[in-house]
């Protein structure tokens, strides 16, 4: 018997999409917090160092916040436009060396990590770049410091659109973690590929898709109720209306 008419077909089917799920979750969890550790800092300090900003002489030095800037723009821009496929491969040493291999589950986070966080920095700048000016002049005013500025003013007034931003973040996140199957990274796409690809199961690819659209509903869901709490003024709130 095979396919469907073997007995053990649905339990095997069960454990093998619980198993893909579970390291779906596990490779998006630790790089959507990676992603969060450095892309948060690494927004803020791209709109900090503009000219005008409140990290636009570095060290007393226009000329170094202009430096750093312009980096850290660059490095931005290379992220955001390299294919995840092409980065996935040419970072195979970076993650060997990191990690220890380059093929399994905890080794497809790095590659994860490394294209989401340009792309969520990105996101943080566009949201701080949203807050009114007014705010951080009067913050100035009472003799607020650059890091009460940034911690008090700027990422509470920014961190409804942040969220969304992050929410847009973790889908890329999901799908690209769909794409590490093909290098054997584990999770969903690798029961995709394994089962729904090279076996022509349907049910598999069926069932596949499905779990990947209901994580990615429910997380967006998560995001805009948070979004929605925590916004602030009437543009924000339309957005997350």
Avoid: C
Wanted: no cysteine; hydrophobic share 55%; charged share 15%.
């Amino acid at each position: 018997m095979t396919g469907t008419q073997d007995p053990g077909y649905w339990g095997d089917l069960f454990s093998i999409l619980l198993l893909g799920t579970g390291q779906t979750l596990y490779m998006v969890g630790v790089a959507l917090v990676a992603t969060i550790v450095v892309g948060l800092p690494l927004g803020v300090v791209l709109v900090g160092t503009e000219p005008g900003r409140y990290l636009d002489r570095i060290a007393g030095s226009r000329r170094l916040s202009a430096v750093i800037h312009a980096v850290l723009e660059l490095l931005v821009n290379i992220g955001r436009s390299v294919p995840f496929v092409i980065l996935m491969i040419a970072l195979i040493p970076f993650t060997r060396w990191l990690v220890g291999s380059f093929i399994g589950t905890t080794a497809a986070i790095v590659p994860l990590a490394v294209v989401a966080i340009p792309f969520f920095a990105r996101m943080v700048e566009i949201a701080i770049k949203e807050v009114d000016p007014g705010k951080v002049e009067a913050a100035e005013s009472l003799g607020a410091t650059r890091w009460q500025v940034v911690t008090k003013v700027l990422i509470p007034e920014s961190l409804s659109p942040m969220i969304l931003g992050l929410s847009t973040t973790v889908t890329s996140i999901i799908n690209f973690s769909a794409m590490v199957g093909v290098v054997s990274g584990g999770g969903l796409g690798d029961v995709a590929i394994r089962y729904g690809y090279q076996r022509y199961d349907t049910i598999y690819m069926v069932a596949v898709i499905v779990i990947i659209f209901a994580i990615v509903m429910i997380l967006q869901g998560i995001a805009t109720a948070l979004a929605r709490r925590y916004a602030r003024g009437p543009r924000v709130a339309a957005r997350t209306a």
